[in-house]
């Protein structure tokens, strides 16, 4: 190995989190060196938000069409070409990529070298047969999906979301393991896209999101035609000629379900074996994860950890907001900390289920006595109306001095709409403001400034409004 190169700022890992602290520091003038051993792009380009986005948007087109009839259109579905799909997926991929590329990163400053990294001691890397000495170290390696331990699953092929998107023949039966947003929006696209879906859910399905919302959305891909079993146990699996069976513990014994691929989404581990930790002085918690504390600095304090690696929550919003607190900790020494209290995350199916701050349940827990829930539906929209987009529903969760806790929302565009909720509770925005907002009308964001009228109704209608009101009936 040849005498190390001096830098400033030493990322490892080039998906969203890494490639944003590299971009960041490299503009404010730090000798930044960018190590990747894959994909530039990392997860979310490659095999993450960006492919399953554009697949579930492909897929909606199919649902779009069928639900033309009301519009007074014609509503065959159209034809589904599985392979030319995939294209699109990758088409779309390729016109990012240039974003995330070696090319962009070199003309922005940086050394980008294709290797995998490891740690040769406190504030020295391996790069392949590059060694980087540098003041400061940032750990963005991401994550990788785990698969559970199931009897026999080691030994039948499964897809996970690095291989899903390689597929290009339609699965006549897609069985998923794994209830959360990646399964559910697997499981939506591919029905939509004409497989046979079956969704396998240990516990219950989107466990982090309103149970109460979370059930209508399960009700919605039902009636999709997507079979859904929450509290499964699968006890084995095995091969069944091309496909696998699944062997589930049943009220009346074992259960058999056969299905022609199976795609596995049941969570993801930070992608740290390959690091040599120790060699930095980096200590991990007994399951193996960093221990960070909120300024995301490990037990080193020359490394940082951001995104998946970092442990907590697994979003590409997430690696961009911490790659921020490292570059104002590790460049500008404030004390940046983070802070999840307006962290939003959205389901990207059809309806979009979207949630920022705490949800009903975490509210309750956090402020006994002191949570009131303020609700509008959608059908109460008029905008919804004449986009007949009239299910679903914003829940806004306040203490009774008005203050934002949270906000649930199921419904088309609820990604949107989750947004001006993270400003209020970021910002401490008065409901009083977002009620008395002038809306554009109409607009699907009307309902969330309803559901924040809603919390003064009945203080206009108060015992003593009310009472006034009923002699006046008296008397008229
Ligand atoms: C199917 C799917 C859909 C998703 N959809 C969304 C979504 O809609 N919205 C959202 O916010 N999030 C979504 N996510 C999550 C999102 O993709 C991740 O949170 C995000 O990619 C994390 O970014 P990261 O930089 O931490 O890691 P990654 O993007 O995984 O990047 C880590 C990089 O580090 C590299 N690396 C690892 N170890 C080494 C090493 N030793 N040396 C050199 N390089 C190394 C890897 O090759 C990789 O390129 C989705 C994830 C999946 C799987």
């Known amino acids: 190995m040849s005498e190390p190169i001096a830098v400033d700022l ?191 859910e240990a516990a219950r399905v989107l466990a982090k999101d309103d149970p109460e919302l979370a059930t209508l959305l399960v009700e919605r891909l039902r009636a999709d035609g997507i079979v859904i079993e929450e509290g499964a146990k699968i006890r084995r699996v095995e091969r069944a000629g091309a496909g696998v069976a699944l062997f589930l513990e049943g009220a009346s014994g074992e259960r058999r379900i056969e299905g022609s691929h199976l795609l596995v989404a049941t969570g993801r581990r930070a992608n740290l074996g390959d690091l040599d930790l120790a060699k930095a002085g980096i200590a991990v918690s007994e399951r193996g994860a960093l221990v960070l504390d909120r300024r995301l600095r490990t037990s080193n304090r020359r490394i940082y950890a951001v995104g998946d690696a970092a442990g907590g929550p697994q979003f590409t919003h997430v690696a961009g907001y911490h790659a921020g607190i490292v570059i104002r900790n590790a460049l500008f020494r404030l004390p940046a900390k983070v802070d999840y209290r307006a962290l939003p995350w959205v389901t990207y199916t059809d309806p979009e289920l979207a949630q920022v701050g705490l949800t009903e349940g975490d509210a309750l827990k956090a402020h006994p006595g002191d949570v009131q829930v303020l609700r509008w539906p959608f059908h109460e929209n008029d905008r919804a109306q004449t986009e007949r987009e009239t299910q679903g529903l914003v829940k806004v969760l306040v203490r009774k001095n008005g203050r934002v806790l949270g906000a649930s929302i199921l419904g088309a565009h609820a990604g949107e709409l989750i947004q001006s909720w993270g400003l209020a509770i970021a910002g401490g925005v008065k409901l009083s403001t977002i009620a008395g907002m002038i809306a554009p009308y109409p607009t699907l964001g009307e309902a969330s400034k309803r559901a924040a009228g809603s919390f003064f109704m009945p203080k206009l209608f108060s015992e003593r409004t009310r009472r006034i009101v009923r002699l006046l009936a008296h008397f008229g």
Not at 17 to 24: D, E, M
Not at 27 to 39: D, F, H, I, N, P
Not at 66 to 75: E, K, Q, S, V
Not at 80 to 91: G, I, L, S, T, Y
């Open 10 to 200: 030493c990322v490892i890992g080039a998906g969203s989190g890494g490639l944003s602290v590299a971009a960041g520091a490299s503009q404010l003038g730090m000798k930044t060196v960018l190590v990747e051993r894959g994909k530039m792009g990392g997860d979310c380009l490659n095999y993450g938000c960006v492919p399953s986005k554009s697949l579930l948007a492909a897929a909606k087109r199919v649902k779009l069409a069928r639900a033309n009839a009301p519009f007074g259109l014609g509503d065959a579905a159209p034809a589904v070409d599985f392979a030319a799909v995939m294209r699109h997926v990758h088409q779309v991929i390729a016109a990012i990529a240039p974003q995330d590329s070696v090319e962009r990163f070199e003309g922005l400053g940086v050394r980008v070298i294709r290797a995998s990294a490891r740690f040769l001691g406190r504030d020295e890397v391996a790069a392949g047969d590059v060694r980087v000495r540098a003041r400061r170290i940032v750990i963005a390696t991401g994550s990788q999906p785990v698969a559970p331990p199931i009897s026999g699953l080691d030994q039948v092929p499964f897809l996970t979301n690095e291989t899903v998107f390689e597929n290009e023949i339609l699965p006549t039966h897609l069985v998923i393991i794994g209830g959360g947003p990646i399964g559910l929006e697997m499981a939506q696209a591919h029905r939509l896209l004409g497989a046979r879906v079956t969704v396998l």
